[in-house]
Every structure is written in C-alpha cells, then in structure tokens.
C-alpha cells in the first residue's frame, strides 16, 4: 500500500558523512562552558582587586616625598603575574576605581579624587598597566624550563616596575611637587631597593600559587 513521505519521517536515518552538519542538528558553542569561565574570571578580578586593598591597608612606611613606602606594588605586580595581562589590569583597574569613588582603599585608608592632588598620583594610576606589563612579561617567563622560572619571573616584575611604575611616578612627583627631573629621580631612587625586594617576593608567591592552581595561566595572557 503506497505510504505518503510523512509516513516515512519516523524511519528516516542520518546517512551523513561523520563530522558533516546535518540541519536542524548543529551543534552550539558550550555556553555553560563559556559562562563558568567568564563568572570565575569576575571572581578573580574582584579578589585579586582586595587582595590588592589589603595590601595597601598594611601600615606604610612615611618618607619625607609625601610618598608613603607600601606594600600597594607588591599586590600588582601578584596580581599581574598570578592572573595575566588582562585580568590583571582589571583587578588593579577595579581597585582603583573603588578607591577614587571614596573607599579608604589606597594607602594610609585614603580615598576619593583627592588623591589625585597628591605626589603619588603618578604611582597610582600606572597601577593598571604596570599589572598588565607584569602580566605579559610573566606569561613569556612562565613558558621557560622550570629552572629558569623565577628569576625570569622577578624580571617580569622588575621590567614592570621600571618601566611603568617608576617613570609614571616621577613624572607625578614633578607635576605635584614642582621639582625637576632629576630632583624627582632622586626621591624616586629611595623606593628602588624596596621594590626589588618585593618583586623577589612576589615571584616566589608566583609560583606557589600557580603551582597550587595550575589553571590560573591557563591561557598565558
């Protein structure tokens, strides 16, 4: 008895070639996948952005610049190398906004757009992009055999220092202070051997901490 093709519908089977599309069956992208990555990179942002915060809560060291010594450059430079160039200039960038909208986030628990009249503005807004050099130099540093990890990596976070952080702030002391290059230079000088300290330290915490999360650097940015 003759069957109409809706008959036939119920039987139909795929004889497409494997791996060919087949229309009204291809496959979409893994959303929950994609979700869960960007909801753990949000957490990271906004931990590594405390973790950041609470370094800055540490009591300072006063200088004579009006430039407090602080443990503010050693959470960037973590923050950088643990979480990458670009979710370690968010997290800095996250902390930076929260202290200039008024939370006693920044040195000695100061906060508000008045931080900006001060000689360490400089210092403070090249905060972000210091995190992102140190996060692109780590990633290169983290690509090397093991043995030559960490001393790559506390050039990582040097080469991030002396490149962003260190001019940024000098020219931040000559706009606030009034003084020369080198007169700028000279109080900049005072915070070189602290910050080589705390760039050995924060590779070593590095290592430790993606030694533990492996995924953090998954994918080296």
Partial sequence: MPTSPADDSPTRTDTSAPGTA??????????????????????????????????????AIPTGSGVPITLQTFGVVVAGLVLGARRGFLAIALYLVVGLAGVPVFAEMTGGLGVLGKPSVGYLLAFPLAAAAAGWLGGLALRARPVWRYPLLVAAGLGSSFLVTHPAGVLGLMARLGVTAREALAIDVVYWPGDVVKNLLAAGVTLAVLRAFPDLRRDRR
Wanted: hydrophobic share 60%; net charge positive.
């Fill in 22 to 59: 087949v229309p009204g069956l291809l496959a979409h992208p893994p959303a929950p996948r994609v979700a869960r990555r960007t909801s753990t990179d949000v957490a990271l942002v906004a931990t590594f952005a405390a973790f950041v915060a609470a370094c800055a809560l540490v009591p």
